[in-house]
C-alpha cells in the first residue's frame, strides 16, 4: 500500500531551537495538507498545498512557522523559534484532487516536544 | 463559517454492543462528509466518505454511516462492537465552497470493554 512519510516519528527540542518536519506525500497526489494535534484544540489545519502551491496557510501563525514544498516528493513545516506551546502531534496528508472526489491518506505524524 | 460537532466526548460499550457515534455540522450548501479514525498511538485512516448519491454509505471494518441533510447529520453507526474498535473517531466536513480543507469535529473516544 501506498503511504504518507513523515519523518521525525518523535522530536524532542529546547525552546527557541528549529525544528523541521518532513512529509513525503504519496507518488502522484497532487494536494498535501498540514495538520497539527493536540488535546486541547484537537486537529487544526496548518496549511494545504495543491500541485505544490500554498492555497491556505491562514491557521499557521506566520511569526513562527512556514510551511514550503521545494518538489512534489517532499513537503516541510517548519517552526523556529519553537515554543513549549507548539508541543504536539503534526500530521501530514495527501491526496489526489480530480474532479469532485478525493480521499486523502494521513501519514504517522511526527510528535513534537519542545521543552 | 463551517464547524462540526460530535455529541459525545467518550463513549464506553462492552463487546458485541451496537454503536452510534453522532455528527452535526452547520453549512447550509452542499458537502462532503468523512468519517476517520485513530487507533492509539497511530495515524489517521478513513472509514468511510459521503458525497453523493445513496446516503447510506458502508465502509470499512462493518462501519456505516447515514447522512440526513435534513438533520445536518451524518452519524457513525456499526451494529456490533470489537475490542479492537478502541479508538477515536473523527467526523470531518468538507463544504465545497470553502475549497478542499476540512473542518474536524472534536472526535470521540470508544472504549470497548472484553
Known amino acids: 500500500?501506498?503511504?504518507?512519510?513523515?519523518?521525525?516519528?518523535?522530536?524532542?527540542?529546547?525552546?527557541g531551537q528549529e525544528v523541521t518536519m518532513r512529509c513525503q506525500p504519496i507518488l502522484g497526489h497532487n494536494t498535501?495538507?498540514?495538520?497539527?494535534?493536540?488535546?486541547m484544540q484537537g486537529l487544526e489545519l496548518l496549511a494545504y498545498f495543491r500541485n505544490r502551491a500554498p492555497l491556505d496557510d491562514s491557521g499557521m501563525p506566520k511569526?513562527?512557522?512556514s510551511a514550503e514544498m521545494p518538489d512534489a516528493t517532499l513537503a516541510t513545516l517548519k517552526i523556529q523559534p519553537s515554543e513549549p506551546r507548539d508541543s504536539a502531534v503534526y500530521f501530514c496528508a495527501s491526496g489526489l484532487v480530480k474532479g469532485v472526489d478525493y480521499g486523502y491518506t494521513f501519514g504517522s505524524g511526527t510528535r513534537l516536544t519542545v521543552v | 463559517a463551517q464547524s462540526v460537532s460530535q455529541h459525545n466526548h467518550h463513549v464506553i460499550l462492552s463487546e458485541a454492543a451496537s454503536l452510534e457515534l453522532g455528527c452535526n455540522y452547520s453549512y447550509g450548501g452542499t458537502v462532503n462528509l468523512f468519517w476517520y479514525?485513530?487507533?492509539?498511538?497511530?495515524h489517521l485512516q478513513l472509514l468511510l466518505k459521503y458525497f453523493s448519491g445513496d446516503p447510506l454509505v458502508k465502509g470499512i471494518k462493518g462501519f456505516e454511516a447515514e447522512f440526513i441533510k435534513s438533520k445536518f447529520s451524518f452519524n457513525l453507526r456499526k451494529p456490533s462492537v470489537q475490542w479492537?474498535?478502541?479508538?477515536?473517531?473523527?467526523?470531518?466536513?468538507?463544504?465545497q465552497n470553502y475549497g478542499q480543507n476540512f473542518v474536524f469535529g472534536p472526535g470521540t473516544r470508544l472504549s470497548v470493554l472484553p
Open chain 1, 1 to 15: 500500500d501506498a503511504r504518507v512519510t513523515q519523518t521525525p516519528r518523535h522530536k524532542v527540542t529546547e525552546m
Open chain 1, 32 to 39: 498535501v495538507f498540514w495538520y497539527r494535534q493536540t488535546m
Open chain 1, 63 to 65: 511569526d513562527r512557522f
Open chain 2, 37 to 42: 479514525v485513530q487507533y492509539p498511538g497511530q
Open chain 2, 84 to 95: 479492537s474498535d478502541t479508538a477515536e473517531y473523527f467526523c470531518a466536513v468538507n463544504a
